[in-house]
């Protein structure tokens, strides 16, 4: 029997630090958050160490109906992040969208972003001498997860 719960604050692998979303036989999926999106992985349970709450948590979505997905121009990682309802994806991607706009500010890169709310989704551009990169999200439905 596992020491680990859903619910449980975890440092997993080398560089993960998440919340347990699922828990296995002898494995558990731990979801995250990055400055540059966040994601679910799974992990063995000697790769997982007890780590302290954070002062804010994020939810974990217990009925999940919507997804996240948030894409680079730059880097071939997808994050998918999920949620209970629209409203939330949505106000999620506000926020996220907001918080890389003011990281790129900060560093004093050309950056613009447009949202789509009636699209349920944002892409955030930033101009470099030779190139573009961009930063998608994009709010899906989950079909079948009952």
């Not at 998440?18 to 349970?45: K, M, P």
């Not at 160490?49 to 109906?65: G, L, Q, R, T």
């Not at 730059?74 to 949620?83: E, G, I, T, W």
């Not at 409203?87 to 972003?113: H, R």
């Amino acid at each position: 029997m596992s020491e680990f719960k859903v619910g449980d604050w975890v440092y997993a692998g080398e560089w993960i630090y998440g919340q347990i979303d699922y828990v296995g036989t002898d494995w558990a999926d731990v979801v995250y958050e990055t400055e540059s999106g966040g994601g679910r992985l799974g992990f063995g349970f000697e790769d997982l160490k007890p780590a302290p709450a954070p002062e804010e948590k994020f939810e974990i979505a217990d009925k999940p109906s919507y997804a996240v997905v948030v894409t680079f121009s730059y880097d071939p990682q997808v994050s998918v992040l999920l949620f209970n309802d629209e409203k939330s994806a949505m106000d999620f991607i506000k926020k996220d969208v907001e918080e890389e706009l003011q990281t790129d500010k900060e560093n004093g890169w050309d950056t613009e972003y447009v949202i789509y709310e009636d699209e349920g989704r944002a892409v955030l551009t930033t101009h470099w001498a030779d190139k573009d990169d961009t930063v998608e999200w994009r709010i899906g439905t989950i079909y079948g997860h009952e």
